[in-house]
T-cell receptor, first 112, second 115 residues
């Protein structure tokens, strides 16, 4: 089944404790992206990747890191999480920028 | 920078009413435009798209036309159903120039349809 998977789905952590949210797609998509969704603010792009080893900042990259060592994986790293990073995070992938983005199920992160 | 502005919500309609959700954008170059829908507790799904001026995207009775002269991509449906209740997001993606591939969403419009 073609899909985007994210793990974990739910995470409660404390300020400063490094964490990684994994994202994997099995559709051989070139484009992958991370978003955060906050009430009243819609979705905001954190980072995106047009291909392996190519990543670019979205609108809200501060406090996040990404890497794209393999085509299928695009992990999101929070080196030192803070409470303002409490949010719902979505990973997405698409064949190209002109195509539909397929979204993962979301990761709800709470930073205490 | 690029931006997408959607009409303020929430929007509440009766079944079979006509729907319009306004979307305007600011961007350099020639972005591609999308409407996504998010049903309660789910991720986003593509509803329709348009990749160049005057293109009309359509799906499931929804339509939107890429109007470059008014920088708009308004979503319409002639007769809404209760099952259309969801959050609707307008989005653009840069198709050239600096920030190529950067995607910007509007803030979302909550639609509730009553029987």
């Amino acid at each position: 089944e073609a899909q985007v998977t994210q793990n974990p789905r739910y995470l409660i952590t404390v300020t400063g404790k490094k964490l990684t949210v994994t994202c994997s797609q099995n559709m051989n998509h070139e484009y992958m992206s991370w978003y955060r969704q906050d009430p009243g603010l819609g979705l905001r792009q954190i980072y995106y990747s047009m291909n392996v080893e190519v990543t670019d900042k979205g609108d809200v990259p501060e406090g996040y890191k990404v890497s794209r060592k393999e085509k299928r994986n695009f992990p999101l790293i929070l080196e030192s999480p803070s409470p303002n990073q409490t949010s719902l995070y979505f990973c997405a992938s698409s064949l190209s920028i002109y195509n539909e983005q397929f979204f993962g199920p979301g990761t709800r992160l709470t930073v205490l | 920078g690029d931006s997408v502005t959607q009409m303020e919500g929430p929007v509440t309609l009766s079944e079979e009413a006509f729907l319009t959700i306004n979307c305007t954008y600011t961007a350099t170059g020639y972005p591609s435009l999308f409407w996504y829908v998010q049903y309660p507790g789910e991720g986003l799904q593509l509803l329709l798209k348009a990749t160049k001026a005057d293109d009309k995207g359509s799906n499931k009775g929804f339509e939107a036309t890429y109007r470059k002269e008014t920088t708009s991509f308004h979503l319409e449906k002639g007769s809404v159903q209760v099952s259309d209740s969801a959050v609707y997001f307008c989005a653009l993606i840069k198709a050239g120039g600096t920030s190529y591939g950067k995607l910007t969403f509007g803030q979302g419009t909550i639609l509730t349809v009553h029987p």
